[in-house]
């Protein structure tokens, strides 16, 4: 699964009461077990609610070739039998308590989640230190679950065109990589996958001192740290194998492929290799990426949106994404469908598209677009501290890609540092043909 990051909107009127919320982060307190887990803690005391989330440092950018999509299986399999519950028990503890549960799983991570009464926070630290170490991963319920898994990727990827498009697409914009390796496994992966891959795997990564525990809510953190060691403390510490960070190349060379497709019209992807936060030389570099990411088409007074799909609608949809939480290189990625009564050349838009990326690279944006752009961003890191599994969800991401939780309390100066000549040379360094894989999605030809 994915998480999407919204955009909100904000007049600088509205804006003004954020900038005061994000001046004081939540208290936040970080300790480590003898087996070597660590564990993050914030307080947020405003409901008697805590959501506990384990993440565990796998994904499928670890998977070798071959064995794709082995990370989000064990995902689906840890709850399919423990020293302590059986298929569906812990669901049904959880379900009586009101609480809710979820499992994600990314390039970079698993990770477990539970939210519930706090009161109760012994029951998520109990079942998720179960999970992680008695999983039972039966060959049979395997078996059973490898078809589910499978119907998944059909119906998620395979069936949905842009899913299916923007895979291809990473499996050339990421040549030395495996940031290219789909979470959910090639399809030819999952057919010859095994249960003693999965225990192999399971035995490999699932360590406490490849994990991190994050709790955010209603909490005391001498009351967690206790319950940490009461439920994770016995856990042993395991060797875990050495995982370097995808680097990409700097220069690829321009890529392309093209698809035939059931669609009404034209669909064009272009993609720029690009360092994230964790790889860039200078974390600026990646603030400023994401800025760009809004000036281009992440928002809707970005350019790409109001020139080309509001303005002269050669476009009916635009969008782009910038992902800088990577523990490897990232892409920054355009996404737009053609409007047919407009243009019906994928060539023809792109040239269009270059046109507005070169305008940021021959002039560095007005500082008040570029304040529109920071509005939109560090509302979002706000608002985010009003939902207990986004603050969470945040904090741990950070730890799993091996950047310091703190980095998110300090998100807001970092984007404020940011200038227009920033953006400039951004555009300049990282929006070149060396660096572009674009994919055109054309309607399928009729030869009947």
């Not at 003898?34 to 796998?58: C, F, M, Y």
């Not at 998977?63 to 028990?89: D, F, I, N, R, T």
């Not at 999983?135 to 589910?148: H, P, T, Y």
């Not at 945040?394 to 404020?416: A, F, H, K, S």
Request: charged content about 20%.
């Amino acid at each position: 699964m994915n998480i999407s990051r919204s955009t909100l909107v904000l007049s600088f009127i509205a804006w003004l009461p954020l900038m005061a919320a994000a001046a004081s982060p939540p208290a936040t307190q970080e300790f480590s077990l003898d087996n070597g887990l660590k564990v993050v803690v914030r307080e947020d005391h405003r409901s008697p609610i805590v959501t506990a989330q384990l993440w565990i440092k796998v994904g499928s950018s670890y998977e070798p070739p071959g064995q794709s999509g082995l990370s989000h299986a064990l995902e689906h399999m840890v709850y399919k039998g423990s020293s302590k519950a059986c298929a569906g028990e812990f669901a049904a503890i959880l379900e009586k308590l009101g609480a809710s549960e979820n499992a994600l799983t990314g390039t970079d991570y698993t990770t477990f989640y539970q939210t519930l009464p706090s009161s109760r926070t012994g029951v998520a630290f109990e079942i998720l230190a179960d999970l992680m170490s008695t999983a039972e991963l039966d060959a049979q319920d395997f078996a059973l679950e490898l078809k589910v898994i499978q119907e998944e990727r059909r119906m998620r990827v395979d069936d949905e065109i842009a899913a299916s498009a923007h895979e291809r697409l990473n499996s050339i914009a990421y040549p030395a990589s495996g940031n290219r390796t789909p979470t959910f496994g090639w399809m030819h992966d999952l057919q010859r996958m095994n249960a003693v891959q999965l225990q192999q795997w399971y035995q490999a990564w699932y360590s406490p001192d490849n994990a991190t525990l994050v709790v955010v809510g209603d909490v005391a953190p001498e009351r967690i740290k206790a319950l940490a060691q009461q439920y994770f403390g016995h856990l042993q510490r395991r060797v875990t194998p050495v995982a370097l960070a995808p680097l990409e190349l700097a220069s690829a060379g321009e890529r392309s492929l093209t698809l035939h497709e059931p669609v009404a019209s034209p669909r064009l992807i272009m993609s720029f290799n690009a360092p994230s936060l964790a790889t860039a030389l200078d974390r600026r570099t990646a603030h400023a990426l994401r800025l760009l990411n809004m000036l281009l088409a992440g928002s809707s007074s970005a350019r790409i949106k109001q020139q080309l799909q509001l303005g002269e609608a050669i476009f009916t949809e635009a969008h782009s994404e910038y992902d800088a939480f990577n523990r490897g290189d990232s892409l920054l990625t355009i996404t737009t469908q053609l409007n047919p009564d407009k243009l019906n050349d994928p060539d023809e838009a792109l040239a269009r598209l270059w046109q507005v990326i070169e305008s940021l690279k021959s002039k560095a944006p007005e500082p008040a677009e570029l304040e529109r752009a920071k509005n939109l961003l560090i509302a979002n890191t706000v608002y985010a501290q009003d939902d207990l599994e986004r603050q969470a969800y945040n904090l741990g991401l950070l730890e799993t890609i091996d950047l310091d939780w703190r980095l998110v309390d300090q998100d807001t100066d970092e984007l404020n540092k940011v200038t227009p000549l920033d953006i400039q040379q951004v555009a300049k360094t990282y929006l070149t043909r060396e660096r572009l894989s674009t994919a055109k999605i054309l309607p399928e030809k009729n030869n009947g």
